[in-house]
Nanobody, 117 residues
């Protein structure tokens, strides 16, 4: 049974930091590209960052220099370190695992991040 369980969301003030974690089980973690997506109220889900199975990272422009994605293939966990948060980062953040360019895709249930003073 595949599971992706996100944690670490919450309320943070502008300029603050949060670290999201996604614990994976039920599939061969090291063979999958792992990503973080987010969906703000009234908006479409968007890719935030991806860490490929070859340990290459990509980020959307608006988070470059502020967010860092990493993965631990022993703990089967992917992380998203988010720094210098601003209200535009408020969203539900989802963990995603992909294989074969999206031929297989798994999703977590999401964790809410709220950036507000």
């Amino acid at each position: 049974q595949v599971q992706l369980v996100e944690s670490g969301g919450g309320l943070v003030q502008p300029g603050g930091s949060l670290r999201l974690s996604c614990a994976a089980s039920g599939f061969t973690f090291g063979s999958y590209d792992m990503g973080w997506y987010r969906q703000a109220p009234g908006k479409e889900r968007e890719l935030v960052a991806v860490r490929t199975r070859f340990s290459l990272s990509n980020y959307r422009d608006s988070v470059k220099g502020r967010f860092i994605i990493s993965r631990d293939n022993v703990k089967n966990t992917v992380y998203l370190q988010m720094n210098s948060l601003n209200p535009e980062d408020t969203a539900v953040y989802y963990c995603n695992a992909q294989w074969g360019g999206g031929a297989i895709s798994y999703w977590g249930k999401g964790t809410l991040v709220t950036v507000s003073s």
